[in-house]
């Protein structure tokens, strides 16, 4: 089944503890992206990465972190998190860029305490 | 700045009869349009796009209106059906190399049975 895997699905944190929240596809996509989504704001871009090893900032990159190390995989890293960055967190892939339409993981709820 | 806005959080509408969910955006530079459907506790799927070239795409049961004078956009889903119970996001984007969608804030669409 084609599908995007984020884990974990829940994850509650303490400020400052580093965590990694991990995505793979299986679509072969080249195209892959970060989320968040916080009410009255809808999901904002934290970073994309239009293949292996290149990867840019979207628009709320402060305080996190990627890499792209393998096709599939696009982890995303939260160094010293805080509790601003409490979230629902998704990861999406496309074959050729967010207008391809994405393909979405079920979304990882942190809370930072 | 909320680029993309979706004004109203919710809406209810009788099984076999016509939603119809409203999109608005402020950015004139976009040309692309997404619509997309989240069920609770899974990802964002998608389900309709439309360029700018054009002002109608039908897909089944779902098609989309655009009015760039009005930089309106708007999502017929004709009958609705209990299944179409869910979030609604609309997305824009701009330029043909485009890395980012901006989403709106969703409707939650309730179809009553």
């Known amino acids: 089944e084609a599908q995007v895997t984020q884990n974990p699905r829940y994850l509650i944190t303490v400020t400052g503890k580093k965590l990694t929240v991990t995505c793979s596809q299986n679509?072969?996509?080249?195209?892959m992206s970060w989320y968040r989504q916080d009410p009255g704001l809808g999901l904002r871009q934290i970073y994309y990465?239009?293949?292996?090893?290149?990867?840019d900032k979207g628009d709320v990159p402060e305080g996190y972190k990627v890499s792209r190390k393998e096709k599939r995989n696009f982890p995303l890293i939260l160094e010293s998190p805080s509790p601003n960055q409490t979230s629902l967190y998704f990861c999406a892939s496309s074959p050729q860029g967010p207008r391809g339409g994405y393909t979405f993981g079920s979304g990882t709820r942190l809370t930072v305490v | 700045d909320q680029q993309v806005k979706q004004n109203s959080p919710s809406l209810s509408v009788q099984e076999g009869r016509i939603s119809i969910l409203n999109c608005d955006y402020t950015n004139s530079m976009f040309d692309y349009f997404l619509w997309y459907k989240k069920y609770p506790a899974e990802g964002p799927t998608f389900l309709i796009s439309?360029?700018?070239i054009k002002d109608k795409n039908e897909d089944g049961r779902f098609t989309v209106f655009l009015n760039k004078s009005a930089k309106h956009l708007s999502l017929h889903i004709v009958p609705s059906q209990p299944g179409d119970s869910a979030v609604y996001f609309c997305a824009a984007s701009w330029g043909s190399g485009a890395n980012n969608l901006f989403f709106g804030t969703g409707t939650r669409l309730t179809v009553i049975p």
């Open positions: 439309i360029s700018s």
């Open positions: 990465s239009m293949n292996v090893e290149v990867t």
């Open positions: 679509m072969n996509h080249e195209y």
